[in-house]
């Protein structure tokens, strides 16, 4: 049964609680209402990596691509050592077919000794056409 979140329901909640909404909303397959909660978690506290994870994945997941991007870009500036950061911001440039973009994240992920994968996908988009 999809939930139903108001504007004022989402607003009463703490910052905590709305961010652990977000977390089972995720885990439920309802992503696009756990962005929702997590808008006020992000505005107050703008620099929280955790909460841009998790928005991040929620609009990756809901196939909101240009929000999964934006979100995962900022996970990459607040934690530029974080290679699931870039294997994200990687598999979201793949998802909107510019590979060679991701390309360049998948190398830093493969670099910090990330998933066997991200060599993978560098090899693939390097790979000269026949």
Known sequence: MKPTLT???IAAMGLFDAFRLAEE????RYP???AR???PVLEAEPSNA????LYGRAQ???ALLGPAEDAFRRLVELEPTS???QTALGLTLDRQSRHREGAVH?????AMGANERDATRVELVDKPIV
């Not at 955790?50 to 994870?53: D, G, T, V």
């Open 83 to 85: 290679a699931w950061a």
């Open 60 to 62: 990756f997941a809901a």
């Open 37 to 39: 909660v997590l808008g």
């Open 7 to 9: 504007d004022e329901k």
């Open 25 to 28: 909303l995720v885990e439920s």
């Open 106 to 110: 998948h190398r830093m992920a493969a």
């Open 32 to 34: 696009r209402e756990a």
């Open 50 to 53: 955790a909460a841009w994870e």
